[in-house]
């Protein structure tokens, strides 16, 4: 460590990710650049997950492990930021990883733009060892990105998303700003776009530095109750943001409609009339290519204006489609 605080904290939620923690610490591990450090904070893990921790962290004083019991991913998340101390915040999830040196990358660009609040960058997935790269659109690639194209680019699937492991934030730009511990489902969209509003400088770069493992039974591709938290993270940054992103949200919610229902088309009528009823209520919008849409989302929202039940039978099969393709 260099001096008195880190250049960087990067805080760590853990819950039960024992399979995949060794190689998301050794990535960490493996990086030349010294200047940080990391906080894994457990949420009542039940399995060996604070074991193995214990076990990489020892001989480090730049790791820390905190346990909590069980209140999810934003407490925990918000417990790390409580007890961080570095002048950028990053954030991980303990089923990824690092590429290599990805911390003297960032840290090379920072200390050459300090008035930077906000830094985002790219990010690839690992499907069963198979690597995805993300596409940004050209649009969202600036030294100096406007906070109109910032926000854009959270809410657009060709942009840098909602997750909070794909950016690096000042201390400063956090200020009071934590991670809504009632809102279970897009929480991390919802930090993000606060953040960006109390950020005056913020950049973006296309390098792929984070690997997102992508699993069907984590909780982004499952559903549970708690998910309807989606809608009231979705109303919360709709309050937030300019009007301009209305239609965009409107979009998101209209997609999650179809998303949600595809779980239960077959299974629980009443559920799925919930989300027809929602996806119904929601104004139809004609012109989908503005809004940055895979050609999945163009596809099943244009049948959606014609038929729901449709729409949701469309994106279930296309889901089906990509599953076999991934074996």
């Not at 260099?2 to 250049?7: C, S």
């Not at 925990?76 to 915040?89: C, E, F, I, Q, W």
């Not at 005056?200 to 938290?229: C, G, K, Q």
Request: with cysteine; net charge neutral.
């Amino acid at each position: 460590m260099k001096g008195i605080d880190p250049f960087f904290s990067v805080i760590i939620p853990v819950y039960n990710s024992s399979k995949y923690l060794n190689k998301c610490i050794n990535s960490i591990l493996c990086q030349k650049y010294q200047d940080y450090e990391v906080i894994f904070v457990d949420d009542g893990s039940t399995d060996d997950s604070v074991s193995i921790i214990s076990k990489q962290i020892q001989g480090h004083a730049n790791f820390k492990l905190i346990e909590q019991k069980n209140q999810g991913v934003s407490s925990a998340r918000n417990n790390g930021l409580k007890n961080s101390t570095g002048s950028y915040v990053m954030f991980m999830d303990s089923d990824d990883y690092w590429t290599d040196d990805v911390m003297n990358r960032l840290n090379k660009i920072l200390s050459s733009h300090e008035n930077v609040d906000i830094l985002l960058f790219n990010y690839f997935e690992d499907i069963s060892n198979i690597k995805k790269d993300h596409y940004i659109s050209a649009r969202f690639l600036e030294k100096r990105l406007p906070k109109n194209l910032a926000i854009e680019s959270i809410l657009s699937n060709k942009g840098y998303l909602g997750y909070c492991w794909n950016k690096v934030f000042k201390r400063s730009c956090i200020l009071d700003n934590k991670f809504d511990e009632n809102i279970t489902y897009l929480e991390d969209m919802l930090f993000n776009i606060s953040c960006i509003l109390n950020a005056d400088e913020i950049m973006s770069i296309d390098d792929h530095l984070y690997a997102y493992r992508w699993r069907s039974n984590s909780v982004v591709n499952t559903f549970e109750p708690a998910h309807m938290t989606f809608f009231d993270s979705l109303d919360k940054i709709d309050s937030l943001v300019p009007t301009e992103f209305h239609d965009a949200i409107t979009i998101k919610k209209k997609s999650a409609c179809i998303e949600f229902a595809s779980k239960f088309i077959f299974k629980d009528k009443k559920k799925y009339n919930f989300f027809k009823n929602k996806f119904n209520q929601e104004k139809e919008i004609d012109q989908l290519n503005q809004f940055g849409l895979l050609k999945t989302g163009i596809i099943t929202l244009s049948l959606g204006n014609i038929s729901f039940t449709i729409s949701v039978i469309a994106f279930k099969l296309i889901q089906i489609i990509k599953k076999i393709i991934r074996l």
